[in-house]
Structure formats: structure tokens, C-alpha cells
T-cell receptor
Framework: KQEVTQIPAALSVPEGENLVLNCSFT??????LQWFRQDPGKGLTSLLL?????REQTSGRLNASLDKSSGRSTLYIAASQPGDSATYLC????????????FGPGTSLSVIP | DVKVTQSSRYLVKRTGEKVFLECVQD?????MFWYRQDPGLGLRLIYF???????EKGDIPEGYSVSREKKERFSLILESASTNQTSMYLC?????????????FGSGTQLSVL
């Protein structure tokens, strides 16, 4: 059974710092991995999607990497801003059931001005 | 811009009431999903649908049913609401035959059952 974990559960950093969020999954048979952002009381906003054949994706200050064989992904946020404060979730889409997505528990990020 | 719209941001219902949560997407997506999100438990899949009138149970379907009469609309029904169904409900959609396509979410419905 696929399990997705995220470390750390919570992170607090001063503004301007670069940071890395981690996501691990137990079964490497995935189609893709997606990173989401969730603001309190709101829905999820897609940030980046990495296909299983890719190693990384970039969007602005965000860079996501994928090491499928080791079951790991990282989300790198450069020059963090207070507006980056949110919960970040990763999710994997399974090969065995391509319409099923398994979510991690999320990392709660606070960027202190 | 792509859009998944959930009809209510907040709902307060009484125990035993029948509750309808509506979700509409404008992206012509085949797949639609209903999740609930609870502190400490994360997102859990209730039901999903890959076509009109088709539905599949997710991980926690008990106490819920769904309806997909049109491609763009997916409804979640609580036949007799109970307090343990107080939660944030999230609707999502994606393309069917494109496993590398993104999953898009609505803004969520916070349901309180009193």
C-alpha cells in the first residue's frame, strides 16, 4: 500500500531564507508527483507537477525534484516571503490505479517578516 | 483559467438532515473526486467518478452517496448527516486518459453538523 510522508510537519523561517520541504513515498510505481499549496480554510492550489520520467520542474522561485527510484521528492523555495506561509502537500498518482491520488499530511510553513 | 466551483464555502446542518454538496468544473474533465480533510488525518477519498453516471467508492464511502448526471457536475450527498461528518469537503477534477495531468481543486466547503 502506497504511503506518503512529509518532513518536517512544521517549519518556521525568517524572510529571505531558502528552504527545502521533503516528501517520501513507499512505492515507486507512480505516474507523477504533484506539489500543492493550501491556505487556511481554503482548497488546494497546484504548484508543480513532475512526471515520472522527469527529474525536476521549476516555476518562479519554486523548484521541485523527483528521485523516483528512492521514493523522494523535494520542494525548494528560494528567497522565502511572508506570503509563502501556508501548508504544502505532496501527492502521488499511482500507476496501478491511475485515477487514484495519495496525499501526504503536509508541511506547515511560516515565514517570519 | 480553469475552474472547479463548490456551491457553498460554509454550511451548518442539523443531525439527521439530508445534505447536498455541489461541485461544477468547466474544464471538460472526465474524472471528478470528493475528498474530506480532517486535522491529523489528511485528505481521504470518499468517492470518485470517471464518467457520467459512473461512480467508484474511495477509502471512506460509508454514510455518503454521489450523483453525476452531467459531465461537469458531481454532487456529494449525506443521506442523514451525523456529527462525525463535520469536516472540510474538497472537490477535484482531472482528465481521464492523461495520467500526467494536474488535479484541480475547488475552494472547499466547511460543513458543521450540530
Amino acid at each position: 500500500k502506497q504511503e506518503v510522508t512529509q518532513i518536517p510537519a512544521a517549519l518556521s523561517v525568517p524572510e529571505g531564507e531558502n528552504l527545502v520541504l521533503n516528501c517520501s513515498f513507499t512505492d515507486s510505481a507512480i505516474y507523477n508527483l504533484q506539489w500543492f499549496r493550501q491556505d487556511p480554510g481554503k482548497g488546494l492550489t497546484s504548484l508543480l507537477l513532475i512526471q515520472s520520467s522527469q527529474r525536476e520542474q521549476t516555476s518562479g522561485r519554486l523548484n521541485a525534484s523527483l528521485d523516483k527510484s528512492s521514493g523522494r521528492s523535494t520542494l525548494y523555495i528560494a528567497a522565502s516571503q511572508p506570503g509563502d506561509s501556508a501548508t504544502y502537500l505532496c501527492a502521488v498518482r499511482l500507476e496501478t490505479s491511475y485515477d487514484k491520488v495519495i496525499f501526504g499530511p503536509g508541511t506547515s510553513l511560516s515565514v517570519i517578516p | 483559467d480553469v475552474k472547479v466551483t463548490q456551491s457553498s464555502r460554509y454550511l451548518v446542518k442539523r443531525t439527521g438532515e439530508k445534505v447536498f454538496l455541489e461541485c461544477v468544473q468547466d474544464m471538460d474533465h472526465e474524472n471528478m473526486f470528493w475528498y474530506r480533510q480532517d486535522p491529523g488525518l489528511g485528505l481521504r477519498l470518499i468517492y470518485f467518478s470517471y464518467d457520467v453516471k459512473m461512480k467508484e467508492k474511495g477509502d471512506i464511502p460509508e454514510g455518503y452517496s454521489v450523483s453525476r448526471e452531467k459531465k461537469e457536475r458531481f454532487s456529494l450527498i449525506l443521506e442523514s448527516a451525523s456529527t462525525n461528518q463535520t469536516s472540510m469537503y474538497l472537490c477535484a477534477s482531472s482528465l481521464l486518459q492523461a495520467p500526467n495531468e494536474k488535479l484541480f481543486f475547488g475552494s472547499g466547503t466547511q460543513l458543521s453538523v450540530l
